[in-house]
């Protein structure tokens, strides 16, 4: 199998490689190399880069793919001769039959791509193409059939090519084929670049193999949706809202209320339980996980992450791989970081901030704390404000709380520190020695208390401004 990643987008007017461009939340390449590797194991999958060839393959280089070098890129027909030159070059023989997939073509279905490769087979054909009707094909070579209802095809014309008679052919090319690899090797020397592009075109391949008395036919996709492509900012945004589109019905198919699902940006690997409802404007990106019961509200960004089932997530929260054990209560403004593990029921409320940290079962950290590098126990109560010093200009270090512990308002504790079980931390205080279990601890000036002083100062002055008499000061 082969997939042509190797063109610069010029369409695209942008400095990224066109399939490193993201819909869906992934790199355009990404998601047909998925589909490829869902009908094949990876090492047979070819994927021609050129264009930024390295930063395109550092991009998929964990899936696996081969990757073949076309260093200029003179066209997909120029992309199969370089493929040809690496196969030959390689001691195991080419495959007998070739898929080749483009990598601008995302939304691409893996079951799609099975019955071209079983239609091919079957047709006995040297060329198959995978066709769409679209409402309007502007732009798209267009597939021209011997007759109307035909299988077979005479040639692929590209828009720039086209005579007036074919201007309104409706069959568009994908740009997705399967060939009988020997006949396609057999005709890209033949292929030239004396067309409008000044391109070697895979697309003439077709009329080349016609003319030797081969059958190329034409095998039209169910939904023209699926074999849209990317060439410009504009045409990937539709398809970016055509997937969002698929992932949110999937979700209410499977018993989640989402409103206005338009306006929320959902990843197509989020997974989430029935009965949960997300209200608008929320974005749940990458691996996350969420479960049953829960209530997303608005403006909540959740990424990585995975909540347990029945869990609140308040206005304006931000998760990072992070888990939320039942129950928890979020936010609103809460915001989550990397190895954010909370516990059931427990709480993070308004303007907290939490990183590495562990908040136990019905613990609570309800107003503007930053809780970093801790291990908290279960039924914790962290006063509004309150914040673990854990970062001395050159490490991190911890603070650990035991179980029931009470740590007042506006407390800084200094890590590496310990509060132990059941202990009480006075609001205000700065914890730098260790608090036992069941102690008290406060660390704060002692407070000075000088009675009527106030009084006694307002009157000062304004006896000396007006300098009445019979004011309150005068009983000093
Ligand atoms: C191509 C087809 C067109 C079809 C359309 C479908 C040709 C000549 N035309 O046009 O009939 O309707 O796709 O989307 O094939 N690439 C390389 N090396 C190159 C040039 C391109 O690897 O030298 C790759 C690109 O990165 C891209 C794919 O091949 O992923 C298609 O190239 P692109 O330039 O986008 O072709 P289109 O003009 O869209
Ligand atoms: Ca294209």
Redesign the pocket.
């Known amino acids: 199998m082969a997939i ?4 610069k987008g010029t369409r695209l007017k942008s400095r990224r490689p ?2 490193l461009h993201e819909v869906g939340g992934r790199a355009l390449l990404l998601h047909v190399i998925e589909a490829a590797k869902t009908l094949v194991e990876a090492n047979h999958i070819y994927c ?1 880069v ?1 264009h930024e060839a390295e930063r395109v393959q550092a991009a998929v280089a964990e899936t696996g793919v081969q990757f073949v070098l ?1 260093e200029v ?4 027909g ?2 199969m001769q370089v493929l040809k030159a690496h196969l030959e070059l390689s001691a195991a023989p080419p495959p007998k039959h070739l898929l080749v997939l ?4 995302p939304l691409i279905r893996a079951e799609t791509l099975a019955a071209l490769c079983e239609r091919h087979l079957r047709e006995r054909a040297a060329m198959t193409i995978l066709t769409a009707v679209p409402a309007d094909p502007t732009g ?2 267009r597939v021209l059939r011997a007759a109307a209802a035909a299988p077979e095809v005479t040639a ?1 014309v ?1 828009q720039r090519s086209l005579v007036p008679g074919q201007l309104a052919a409706p069959e ?4 997705i084929y399967c060939f009988e690899t020997a006949a396609l090797f057999s005709k890209l020397e033949m292929l030239s670049s004396d067309n409008a592009h000044g ?1 070697f ?3 003439d391949v077709a009329a080349l193999l016609v003319a030797d008395g081969r059958r190329v036919v034409a095998q039209q996709a169910e939904s023209a949706d699926e074999v849209l ?1 990317a ?1 410009t900012i504009a045409e990937m945004m539709h398809l970016d809202e055509a997937m969002r589109a698929t992932a949110t019905r999937r979700l209410m198919a499977q018993g989640v209320t989402i409103f206005r699902p338009d306006t929320c940006i959902i990843d197509a690997e989020v997974e989430v339980g029935a009965d949960t409802v997300i209200e608008p404007y929320v974005q749940l990106l990458g691996a996350t996980r969420i479960g049953s019961e829960c209530r997303i509200r608005s403006y909540s960004v959740v990424q990585r992450s995975t909540l347990g089932d029945g869990v609140t997530v308040r206005n304006g929260c931000i998760l990072e791989g992070a888990e939320v054990g039942d129950g928890a209560v979020l936010g609103p403004c809460a915001h989550l970081r990397p190895e954010s593990k909370i516990g059931e029921q427990a709480h993070v409320g308004n303007f907290c901030e939490t990183k590495k940290t562990t908040l136990g079962r019905g613990s609570k950290a309800n107003h503007l704390s930053y809780l970093g590098d801790a291990v908290i126990g279960a039924g914790v109560n962290v006063g509004a404000g309150v914040i673990t010093c854990n970062y001395d200009g050159a490490r991190k270090h911890s603070t650990t709380i035991g179980d029931g512990a009470f740590i007042g308002s506006d407390s800084t504790l200094v890590a590496p520190i310990h509060i132990g079980d059941g202990a009480y931390v006075g609001a205000g205080s700065c914890i730098t020695h260790p608090v036992p279990d069941g102690a008290l601890a406060i660390g704060r000036a002692h407070q000075v208390t000088k009675e009527g002083w106030a009084t006694a100062r307002r009157a000062r002055r304004t006896h000396s401004a007006d300098k009445l008499a019979d004011t309150p000061a005068n009983k000093r």
């Open positions: 042509m990643a190797a063109g066109k399939v021609i050129g076309q890129q003179r066209g997909t120029h992309a483009s990598g601008d073509v798209y070579g692929i590209e568009i090319n994908s740009g391109e075109y895979l697309t492509g060439n």
